[in-house]
Each structure stands twice: as structure tokens, then as C-alpha cells.
């Protein structure tokens, strides 16, 4: 297993702004995963990001808008930049503990005024 | 390309009643198939996953899933419904192209259980 710790939890932030969200795991892993979950919907993935290389986006997401780091093996942040309120969702951070089995942080709930 | 699709976005029940939770995937390999579930302002815990050995995988809290290739289905179901298990359910996929880590959510099924 995993416990992952996300910061913030939450937070209301105005256009034009931008956010980093933390991520931090409780153990070393090859691989972290960022989703969003815009309100009332499912997951999407954003981006895999190893330690050492910058991260692959999915379709739909670009690394100006959605800078992410992985400086250890241990952490991760994500920046939403430049922030409208089609940004307002929660961010969630996963990281893959055995053949798929993905272990979630609590997300940050962001809010674009 | 992989999908999954989840029939109903709400489902009700009683307490005590059988739950079930449908789940159709698209496929074009043998898939990995997962079921999550969030509660209220939670992050998605892991509640069991099939990897293509027995086809009926059971999980934690009691639910238990089959897979069943013919029908491309993987249903969620519980024998009785506790108040506790009111949340929102999320189907996933994985046929590995991606690595089977990358997983397809489908937009996933509320579940109330009432008294």
C-alpha cells in the first residue's frame, strides 16, 4: 500500500492565478499520475510523471498549462497556471502499487473565481 | 481503443437489498478491470481488480465482481446493502497499451442506500 498526502486540500483561487499542488508518498515509486475530476464527472488523466524525465500529458493537456516536477522518487507538484474557472475541479495524485492498482490521495479541490 | 461504460448514473437501494453496478468495457487485448469507490470528499480506494485469472474476483466490504468476456461486462454486486456503502463508484480499464497502470475511468454510479 501507499499513503500519499496532497496540499493543499482546498482552495479558491482567482482567474488568471496560479496553483501548485504537492504531492508526497509515503514510500519511493517509479511512477506518479495525475487526474482531474471536474465536477460531477469521472477521472481523466492528466499526465504520468517518472522521476528523471519530464512527464508524458494526454491528449488535451499541455505542459504550459499543466507544468509538473518530480524532483525524488518520493513527490511530485502539479501547477495549474493561468487559471479560469473551467479549471475548477479536483486534482488527484495516484501513484501504481502493483499491476494497476492505483493508490489515491484525498485531491485538492480547487476553485476558480 | 479501450472504454468503459457504467449503465446508470444513480442507483438506489434499500438496506439489506442486493446492490448491483453495471460495468461494460471495449477492449481489443484481455483487459485488466478494476472497481473503485470514493466517499464523500475522499480520494478512490481500490475495491478489487481482475487480471485474468478467476473470473469472479472478490473484494473488500463484500463485493464481489465476475468477469464475463461474451457479454464484455465486469457488474459489481453485494449481497446486502449497508448504509456504509452509500458512494460514488467508478468502473476502470487497462488493456496494458499504455501500461497497465494507465487506467480508463468510466464517468461512474452513485450509489444511495436508503433505511
Known amino acids: 500500500s501507499a499513503v500519499i498526502s496532497q496540499k493543499p486540500s482546498r482552495d479558491i483561487c482567482q482567474r488568471g492565478t496560479s496553483l501548485t499542488i504537492q504531492c508526497q508518498v509515503d514510500s519511493q515509486v517509479t511512477m506518479m499520475f495525475w487526474y482531474r475530476q471536474q465536477p460531477g464527472q469521472s477521472l481523466t488523466l492528466i499526465a504520468t510523471a517518472n522521476q528523471g524525465s519530464e512527464a508524458t500529458y494526454e491528449s488535451g493537456f499541455v505542459i504550459d498549462k499543466f507544468p509538473i516536477s518530480r524532483p525524488n522518487l518520493t513527490f511530485s507538484t502539479l501547477t495549474v497556471s493561468n487559471m479560469s474557472p473551467e479549471d475548477s475541479s479536483i486534482y488527484l495524485c495516484s501513484v501504481d502499487v502493483r499491476q494497476g492498482e492505483l493508490f489515491f490521495g484525498e485531491g485538492s479541490r480547487l476553485t476558480v473565481l | ?115
Open chain 2, 1 to 115: 481503443a479501450q472504454s468503459v461504460t457504467q449503465l446508470g448514473s444513480h442507483v438506489s437501494v434499500s438496506e439489506g437489498a442486493l446492490v448491483l453496478l453495471r460495468c461494460n468495457y471495449s477492449s481489443s487485448v484481455p483487459p485488466y478491470l478494476f472497481w473503485y469507490v470514493q466517499y464523500p470528499n475522499q480520494g478512490l480506494q481500490l475495491l478489487l481488480k481482475y487480471t485474468s485469472a478467476a473470473t469472479l474476483v472478490k473484494g473488500i466490504n463484500g463485493f464481489e465482481a465476475e468477469f464475463k468476456k461474451s457479454e464484455t461486462s465486469f457488474h459489481l454486486t453485494k449481497p446486502s446493502a449497508h448504509m456504509s456503502d452509500a458512494a460514488e463508484y467508478f468502473c476502470a480499464v487497462s488493456d496494458g497499451s499504455g501500461g497497465y497502470n494507465k487506467l480508463i475511468f468510466g464517468a461512474g454510479t452513485r450509489l444511495a442506500v436508503h433505511p
